[in-house]
């Protein structure tokens, strides 16, 4: 029963409605734990042995995109912290239990908390920058008008962002990105006090919005891995009964103490999942998997944070060190990210899904595919292909 919080993630999921009943479900066919010979297991005729996580957003927060999820083959939805009410939460939550009652598939929970992920404040509407025009980010400041980011007559686009010590860490020359990475600042003035306001030039142009992240390559944050935020998210995770919980932006093993000290307050064994997406974490990552359950390749993250060509050694270094301590290993991010705006994948997509699962991934995950996409239900049903 240790281990059973971990099931969903290996392909086994507990048979809700008995307590230390100890049989389990594999997709369709049944192992026994109780058997005095051992497992046994029924015959079956297909077994797919990697997980599928879903990201539930927008585009499948209905109950009807829920079901259909299911049924095409998603075996654990995550929740993104970083978006919405902790009473969206509750809400989705227990419309995906009532869906999974009514399916009839045993589904795991998995709560990502936000992590001390820097995040623009509230705008109006997405604007545009210009390569080569200037932008003032306003430490400390949640949310502006559309009078506010752009000033009639004023050519500088001004952007807030919640956290106050940006400009604090922030110094001249170095660089800001947006968008996973896709849109590009450098620094040009920084006070570097609480609070105030960080200069820059667009080096590469694009469209930002509310709540887009920002990534800081070699600056180190002064933010703790586990925010009071954080704390907040899990304690009403754990109170709505998930089945894991993420910690974001794991940069050593101490980065997991707060989670695990609250799991041990609570006399629960959810089993904790460190995100891999800082480059500390590669350098640590021995002791970060020493005090983990099970660990993610958060790729967007980490693919802004080193050079995009260190990304597939880091992500085959990643799923070894896990499978050599027995742990289940979750690959993220873009795994069919054309399938957003297309019905169909990309070859390379594919192959990428397959190199993955070579590795010996445990899981793949669909972020912006099943939460904000076109066509959620279809990439899932490519990934089970």
């Known amino acids: ?10 392909g086994l999921s507990p048979c809700r409605g008995s307590s230390c009943c100890g049989v389990y479900i594999m997709s369709e066919s049944i192992i026994s734990s109780g058997s005095s010979k051992g497992l046994l297991v029924m015959p079956m005729e297909d077994l797919r042995r990697t997980r599928i996580v879903c990201t539930i957003g927008p585009a499948s927060d209905s109950e009807e995109v829920m079901e259909q999820l299911m049924v095409a083959g998603m075996d654990v939805c995550r929740l993104n912290y970083s978006h ?3 009473e969206d939460k509750t809400r989705l939550i227990q419309k995906l239990r009532s869906v999974e009652r009514k399916v009839g598939k045993p589904i795991g929970l998995l709560a990502d908390l936000p992590g001390p992920k820097i995040r623009l404040g509230m705008i109006p509407a997405p604007v545009v920058l210009p390569v080569g025009g200037v932008v003032a980010i306003h430490a400390g400041v949640k949310t502006m008008t559309a009078e506010e980011v752009q000033p009639p007559g004023n050519p500088v686009i001004h952007l807030p962002t919640s956290y106050g010590g940006l400009s604090e860490d922030l110094k001249a020359g170095d660089a800001v990105l947006i968008a996973d990475g896709l849109v590009r600042l450098k620094v040009t003035e920084c006070s570097g006090t609480p609070s105030s306001v960080i200069r820059c030039v667009v080096e590469v142009g694009g469209e930002v919005s509310s709540r887009k ?3 800081l390559p070699h600056t180190l944050v002064k933010l703790p891995a586990v925010t009071e935020a954080d704390m907040k998210a899990m304690c009403h995770a754990l109170d ?6 993420a910690v974001s932006f794991v940069r050593n093993a ?6 695990r000290a609250e799991l041990r307050r609570r006399g629960l064994q959810v089993p904790l999942i460190a995100k891999i997406e800082h480059p500390l974490a590669l350098q640590n990552l021995a002791q970060i998997l020493r005090e983990s359950d099970a660990v993610m390749v958060a790729r967007g993250d980490l693919g802004v944070e080193i050079p995009l060509q260190s990304v597939p050694l880091a992500q085959e270094e990643i799923i070894s060190a896990a499978l050599a301590r027995g742990l289940p290993v979750i690959v993220a991010t873009q795994m069919l990210e054309s399938m957003v705006g297309c019905p169909t994948p990309t070859r390379a997509e594919i192959t990428d899904i ?8 445990s899981c793949l995950l ?3 595919e099943t939460a904000t996409g ?11 292909k």
């Open 84 to 86: 919405g009410t902790l």
């Open 354 to 361: 397959a190199t993955a699962i070579r590795q010996g991934t």
């Open 213 to 215: 992240g920002l990534n």
């Open 1 to 10: 029963h240790f281990f059973a919080p971990l099931f969903p993630l290996l």
């Open 366 to 368: 669909l972020s912006a």
């Open 240 to 245: 709505h009964g998930v089945d894991f919980v």
């Open 254 to 259: 101490e980065d997991m103490a707060p989670a």
């Open 374 to 384: 076109d066509y959620p239900v279809e990439a899932v049903e490519i990934m089970t």
